[in-house]
Structures are given as structure tokens and as C-alpha cells.
């Protein structure tokens, strides 16, 4: 490595089945390459030969990785999981999910770079880091126990830890299962807290007592004070944006007005952009966004709101899918597609008051969320499974109903409001929109910005009605690049918005980026450069898809219905998408960024250009070279 500045330098290696334990330098994965983060798991999986295992095999590796600006002052706290991912649909694919709070940045303090956990533990185990000093130990007592019981009783036994855990969701591998830090930072999607109950991994339990050795303090304290400036008034809007946005007007009064008790956020951050509430008889915890999952289906009841956010929370189960299995459940019976029996569920009241979202009284929302999330633990209701794979069990009706809600690779459908984000899902391999907003929180309709980029944008202004196709490929590069950026360095998604701190020609995103980076590292790389890394980390992740998953340009694509009518499955395109225009579209994008626009893949002159004449040769060996 060029320095030491940023990265801790070391890797943390554990074999689960071997029990070992080892050290391995961040230098033999090209960190001034591949940054951190999502860049550096990929690049771990690359050279592990990308197994072609299932998700649920000891081979498959569970990577928890940070990078160079993670453990600064700001919202830089964030680290992501990589791995072959169980909710993936139809098959498993290598993706990320990436998760908050204070985790993060003990990695930093304790000198690592990242986590790779391969193997599998006869009996349940946790890991406990304390700097150098890392065991296995035994975590039998824990087993059974929720997630918020698991970090109580670990921090109790290691006192000021942060504390990483999956729940019972987890431990019987729920396809849905998540990992959580503290109450309310989960990697959520892709279903790692599943990979961690199949190597009987409870927990990881963290404390460092080293810091952030930085290249120049001076440059970034002045950086972070202009950022403040310009961008603090903006991002404080996050604080109240709609975490009750499907709610009914006196459940948001009500949280807000009666249990909110603070704003919080991740460690090191002055964002604080969650809420932390607390019902009395039902619990304390953080809430973003999505976690109010339930407010569809509650009526006017904040309890039954919060209680299904902290139960769904401390069973370990992804907030976000439950929104879209809920709603896939809600439309089948609906529909009348199939009942409540096939489900396993107590009779849902909402279906047959006209979509009123009244599951009734509080007997009521105990009984339909003990069954709805006790099976998805225990395996007696089909969502065990995750919807995709339940809609299978259910019949090609009940596929239908799902294709609407869920577009592509297993996940519910999130902000496809414009071509350009249609792009990007059918291109990924997860929904990208836990670091995609770039896309609808700036180019969608801010066109001054977009142009600054060399954009079009203004598809979601007021009063659009068409899809618009014309250089939406250029879009969907640039957002891609960005996105490997943020969660490589790592810099948190609300945090980097395009249109925060944007005074050109001195100051926009790119530049920040740029300047953060060298502050921290001492690495001076241009914002011309820094987008280079970005390119090359998602170009890295679409090689791992062609050599493991035989990624053509034919998997870069929606379902069906998507390309027939205006899908119903909220957020979505005002019209279905033109499929000689999609077609067209995708040609571009792939001459854009330099990949075969035949089959989808990169080429060997464009890996060369990006530094990766390896990942070439990789792919020429498996037949598999755009």
C-alpha cells in the first residue's frame, strides 16, 4: 500500500470449521484500486475464484468490510456485508447490503479493514475482537434468544462493545433473515443474517481502542466545515422526510408528537437522521424510513405500528421485504387468488373492509403479527422462504400478483419511477436504492444538477407522463459509479446527494469525494481518477456475475409485466416500458461502458484500460470474456 493513512492495513480471517484464526494484509487485495467497502469484498470473492456454492455452504464467505473514511467525523460510519445472498431470486447471487452505528468504526479502532468469516461451526459460536486479542467463543446460551436480548447479555459479559447479531429468523435460516448493530442499523437485504445461522455464527462482538490515522487533519476539518455550511440545512430534512409516509395521519401525529424521545444517527455523525422511540409494553428502538412497514395495515394505531417494527426488529427479519410480502399477501387474498389458510395467517381484516388498512383492535394485531412473523421464523407460514419463492408455492396466479411488487432478483420494488432507475435495477443483481437516491433524490428533477454532470434528468418533475429513454444509459453509469464510490470509501447515501454543498465550479460531489480521500489517505487521486475506481469496482462486480452466475445481457431486464402495464406495486413508471426502446437503450449502455453490447460482458481491452488484465484473463479461461 502507498500509505498507512485511512486503512488500518489488516484484514481479520476466520475459519470456522478449522478454527483459525489469521491476519492478512490489505495490501494483497489493491486497496488504492478497490477502496473498501463493496469494492474490497468484491475483490476478496474475486480472488477466492467466486465459488459457484449456494448461499448456505461453508464455502460461502460472509465479508464485513469498511473503508479509508470510515471512523472520521461525518457521516462516513458505515460498512458493508458481501456474500452469495439467500433472498436473491431466482437464483443466488453475490450482492452487498450495507449497515450503520457504531460497528463500523470499532473495525476501524481496532485495526481492520474488514472480516471474512468462511466455514461452518459445529455448535453455535460468537466472535469477540479486542484489537489483536480475537476468539471463538462459545455462544450456546444465546441461542434462541432475539436480537436485542443478544447484545444485552454480550455487552453485559463485554462492557462498552458494539455488538453485530442475527436473530431467530436467522438461526433457522429465513431466506429474509437480517443482521443488526444496535436497534435500528441492519444489513437488511440479501438475507445475510441466514449465512450467518448457517455457520452458526451468533454474533460478533467489537471494541477497538486504536483511531483513524489521517494524512492531513487541517484539509479535512476545513473540508467537513464547508460541507457543514452547505449541506447540514438540507440533510436535516431527513430527520422529519416520512418514516409515516404510508401511515395514517394520527398514527404520524402520534409517533412524532407522543414517542419520540430524540434523533440519533451513526456513530460520528451529526446527520442523526433517525428517529429513537419508545411505547411503554412494547419497546424502545430507531426507525428510518421503511421500518414503518406496518402502518398500512394498523389503522390509527401507533402501538400496532411500533409493535410491528420492534418485533420484526428483534427477530431479525428485513423491514423492507415485509412491506412488499404483506402488501403481495394483502392483494392475493384481495384478489382472491389464495386465503389466509394457504398462508398460515389469521383472517386479515384489512382485505375485506375495501383496503381500508384496519387490521382492527390490539388482539388482533397481535394475533396476525405473531403469525406472520412467527412463521417466517419457525418456517409454518411460506414467506419462511421470502414472497418469491412463496409465489412459486402459490401457483402462477399468485406469481402474478408478485411480478408487479417484486420487478427483479427477489426484491420489492423501490423507486423504479424513470428509466435511468430502471436501468440500474435490471443491470444490479439486489435492489440498488439503499445507495441509489441519486437518481430520485436529485437527477429525477433537479435538471440544474443534472446538467452540471452532463445529464439530462426532469423525468420526475411535475406533470411528466413519459418514460423518457434518451440518455438515461448515461445516468445509470454515472449513479453506478458513484454508488461502487459511496460504499467503497465509504460515505453514507444521504449524506452524498449530488445537489448537497453543490457550488460549481469549486465544489460538487465529485470533488468532495476527491478532497475527503486525500485528506484522510494522502491518495491523490482527481475526481477524473476517483470515478475511474468507481467505474472499475462496478465493472469488478459485473465480471464476479458473468464468471459465477453466466450474467448476459439477457438477465439485464425486469419481469414481464413490467413491459405490459403500468405495474401496481407503488413507486413505479407512469407507463410500461417500450421493449425496442429498452432494448436500444441497453446497447448503449453497454458501448458506454465499454462491454460487448452483443452479450453484455466486459471486454479484455476495457478490463486492461481499468487496471484488471487479470479479472481478463480470469474471464477468457471460463469462456466467458465480452
Not at 39 to 53: A, D, M, R
Not at 67 to 85: C, H
Not at 127 to 153: K, R
Not at 304 to 325: A, P, R
Request: glycine letters at 12%; charged letters at 20%.
Amino acid at each position: 500500500m502507498a500509505t498507512v493513512h485511512g486503512w488500518s492495513g489488516k484484514i481479520l480471517w476466520v475459519d470456522l470449521t478449522e478454527k483459525k484464526i489469521s491476519k492478512v494484509p490489505t495490501s494483497d487485495f489493491e486497496p488504492e484500486k478497490f477502496i473498501g467497502g463493496v469494492g474490497l469484498n468484491t475483490k476478496i470473492f474475486w480472488e477466492l475464484g467466486s465459488p459457484e456454492v449456494d448461499a448456505f455452504h461453508p464455502d460461502n464467505p460472509l465479508l464485513i468490510s469498511i473503508g479509508p473514511l470510515t471512523g472520521a467525523a461525518g457521516p462516513f460510519n458505515r460498512a458493508e456485508v458481501g456474500g452469495i445472498a439467500p433472498q436473491s431470486y431466482p437464483e443466488e447471487l453475490f450482492n452487498y447490503s450495507g449497515f450503520g452505528g457504531k460497528f463500523p468504526s470499532e473495525l476501524k479502532y481496532a485495526g481492520y479493514d474488514a472480516i471474512v468469516v468462511l466455514g461452518k461451526s459445529e455448535k453455535p459460536v460468537y466472535l469477540s475482537v479486542y484489537d489483536d486479542d480475537v476468539a471463538i467463543e462459545d455462544a450456546s446460551h444465546l441461542w434462541g434468544l432475539d436480537t436485542f436480548e443478544t447484545q444485552q447479555v454480550l455487552r453485559e459479559d463485554h462492557p462498552q462493545t458494539s455488538v453485530l447479531t442475527m436473530g431467530p429468523a436467522g438461526e433457522n435460516l429465513s431466506r429474509i433473515a437480517i443482521i443488526l448493530n444496535e436497534s435500528a442499523s441492519a444489513a437488511g437485504q440479501g438475507g445475510y443474517g441466514a449465512v450467518m445461522g448457517s455457520k452458526k455464527l451468533k454474533a460478533i462482538v467489537l471494541k477497538g481502542t486504536g483511531s483513524l490515522k489521517m494524512a492531513d487533519p487541517g484539509a479535512f476539518m476545513a473540508l467537513m466545515g464547508e460541507r457543514k455550511a452547505r449541506g447540514e440545512l438540507e440533510i436535516s430534512g431527513l430527520q422529519r422526510w416520512g418514516r409515516y409516509l404510508q401511515a395514517r395521519r394520527e398514527v404520524a401525529h402520534g409517533m412524532a408528537s407522543n414517542h419520540l424521545k430524540k434523533f440519533s444517527g451513526c456513530h460520528g455523525c451529526t446527520f442523526q437522521c433517525n428517529g429513537f422511540y419508545g411505547i411503554p409494553g412494547i419497546g424502545k428502538g430507531g426507525q428510518m424510513c421503511v421500518e414503518a412497514w406496518y402502518a398500512q395495515f394498523s389503522g390509527t394505531s401507533a402501538e400496532g405500528v411500533w409493535e410491528g417494527n420492534i418485533l420484526s426488529q428483534k427477530l431479525g427479519i428485513n423491514n423492507y421485504d415485509l412491506m412488499g410480502l404483506v402488501n403481495f399477501a394483502v392483494g392475493g387474498i384481495y384478489r382472491q387468488v389464495f386465503t389466509e389458510k394457504d398462508l398460515n395467517l389469521p383472517p386479515i381484516p384489512a382485505v375485506h373492509t375495501g383496503w381500508k388498512g384496519n387490521c382492527g383492535g390490539k388482539e388482533k394485531h397481535h394475533q396476525f403479527l405473531s403469525a406472520l412473523m412467527g412463521g417466517i421464523v419457525d418456517g409454518s407460514n411460506p414467506f419462511h422462504q421470502g414472497a418469491a419463492r412463496a409465489a412459486d408455492k402459490l401457483g402462477p396466479k399468485a406469481k402474478e400478483v408478485y411480478d408487479a411488487l417484486y420487478p427483479a432478483h427477489g426484491m420489492r420494488t423501490h423507486w423504479i419511477v424513470g428509466i435511468s432507475p430502471a436501468l440500474h435495477w435490471a443491470t444490479d443483481t439486489r435492489d440498488p436504492f439503499n445507495s441509489a437516491h441519486d437518481h430520485t433524490m436529485c437527477f429525477g428533477h433537479d435538471t440544474r444538477v443534472a446538467k452540471h454532470f452532463g445529464l439530462t434528468g426532469g423525468y420526475m418533475r411535475w406533470g411528466r407522463q413519459k418514460n423518457l429513454y434518451r440518455n438515461a444509459e448515461k445516468e445509470t453509469w454515472w449513479v453506478q459509479s458513484h454508488q461502487s464510490l459511496k460504499n467503497s470509501l465509504t460515505v453514507c447515501e444521504y449524506g452524498s446527494i449530488p445537489s448537497l454543498f453543490f457550488n460549481p465550479p469549486k465544489m460538487d460531489i465529485r470533488i468532495f469525494e476527491s478532497k475527503a480521500l486525500a485528506a484522510v489517505t494522502g491518495l491523490n487521486l482527481s475526481p477524473d481518477m476517483l470515478w475511474e475506481a468507481g467505474e472499475r469496482i462496478w465493472t469488478l462486480r459485473r465480471a464476479v456475475m458473468v464468471k459465477r452466475e453466466d450474467r448476459s445481457r439477457a438477465g439485464d431486464t425486469l419481469n414481464q409485466v413490467w413491459f405490459e402495464r403500468r405495474a401496481d406495486g407503488g413507486q413505479e413508471l407512469p407507463e410500461p416500458i417500450d421493449r425496442e426502446k429498452w432494448e436500444s437503450l441497453k446497447t448503449r449502455y453497454y458501448h458506454l461502458l465499454g462491454w460487448n453490447p452483443a452479450n453484455g460482458r466486459p471486454t479484455r481491452a476495457r478490463l486492461t484500460r481499468l487496471g484488471m488484465k487479470d479479472v481478463a484473463d480470469g474471464l477468457e479461461q471460463v469462456g466467458r470474456l465480452g
